[in-house]
């Protein structure tokens, strides 16, 4: 079952822009991360915020979380073209002493970063 | 630097043939998942382990089995392959609920 939604879609800018993606989820969470993807590539761990923070930086990454509205924006700034990709949330919303988790991650957005 | 080992990068196998996928990590992790990625479906979780000899279903198990015998290997089977299982399959590890995920490159199915 899909618990993340990405919106947009598709993202397409010039570079140097600001990209903002955002993802919405249906139960509470745990945490909730970003991935990005490579065209037919494995996915890469981006940035990882827990349920009761607010907003987390690293690099030219910043994440945002909402849990009173479900929802999370991440923003990438002065982007490049190596930044094209596919962008992933995934929240982890397993009970938080349990044993075992795992992520679900919603359908991406696909952003292409025009030089 | 840590790493997600899949065996294969491409793979073709005929209708009803067994499948192995095999997944390596060198990081001592306890956690590993198995996904299957398909256009307009995103990723879907199938199995995933918490620990040597557990295995837990994901979302979506039918036709699918897995086996970890050793902490650092974690394998997917398709018992009988079928058209429907032609996809990119994606292994991850992670160390534990509070970090990432580390993921491989992939490996990309075709059944024909």
């Known amino acids: 079952s899909q618990q993340g939604e990405e919106d947009p879609q598709a993202l397409s800018i010039q570079e140097g822009e600001n990209a903002t993606m955002n993802c919405s989820y249906k139960t509470s969470i745990n945490n909730l991360q970003w991935y990005r993807q490579n065209s037919g590539r494995g996915l890469v761990h981006l940035i990882l915020?827990?349920?009761?923070?607010r907003e987390k930086h690293s690099g030219r990454l910043r994440v945002t979380l909402d849990t009173s509205k479900k929802s999370s924006s991440l923003l990438i700034t002065a982007s490049r073209a190596a930044d094209t990709a596919s962008y992933f949330c995934?929240?982890?919303?397993?009970?938080?002493?349990?044993?075992?988790?795992?992520?679900?991650f919603g359908k991406g957005t696909k952003l292409s970063v025009i030089p | 630097d840590v790493k997600v080992t899949q065996s294969s990068r491409y793979l073709v196998k005929r209708t009803g043939e067994k499948v192995f996928l095999e997944c390596v990590q060198d990081m001592d992790h306890e956690n590993m998942f198995w996904y299957r990625q398909d256009p307009g479906l995103g990723l879907r979780l199938i199995y995933f382990?918490?620990?040597?000899?557990?295995?837990e279903k994901g979302d979506i198990p039918e036709g699918y089995s897995v086996s970890r015998e050793k902490k650092e290997r974690f394998s997917l089977i398709l018992e009988s392959a079928s058209t429907n299982q032609t996809s990119m399959y994606l292994c991850?590890?992670?160390?534990?609920?509070?970090?990432?995920?580390?993921f491989g490159s992939g490996t990309r199915l075709t059944v024909v």
């Open positions: 915020i827990r349920s009761n923070e």
């Open positions: 995934a929240t982890d919303t397993s009970y938080s002493g349990a044993g075992s988790y795992q992520l679900t």
């Open positions: 382990s918490y620990d040597v000899k557990m295995k």
């Open positions: 991850a590890s992670s160390y534990r609920r509070s970090y990432g995920y580390t």
